[in-house]
């Protein structure tokens, strides 16, 4: 139980760091959650580079990521 009460709260901090609206949030489930942090990284790393090796990656905008969480 002990195990599942920490999964459960890194899950919440997570879902905390994603950039969307307030009223959105406590909407998602858990998948949710994980499935946005793994697109939401999977596509800034791989789809935006930066203009150079080293430069900060460029990650989802409002419009793309508001399609996204309407996809799910």
């Given at each position: 139980?002990?195990?599942?009460?920490?999964?459960?709260?890194?899950?919440?901090?997570?879902?905390?760091?994603?950039?969307?609206?307030?009223?959105?949030?406590?909407?998602?489930?858990?998948?949710?959650v994980m499935a946005l942090a793994c697109i939401y990284t999977r596509k800034g790393a791989c789809l935006r580079p930066g203009p150079t090796r080293g430069a900060p990656l460029e990650l989802l905008g409002g419009p793309e990521l508001a399609d996204l969480v309407a996809s799910l």
């Open positions: 139980k002990a195990r599942r009460d920490q999964i459960n709260a890194q899950i919440r901090a997570l879902r905390d760091l994603l950039p969307l609206p307030e009223g959105e949030r406590p909407r998602l489930s858990y998948l949710h």
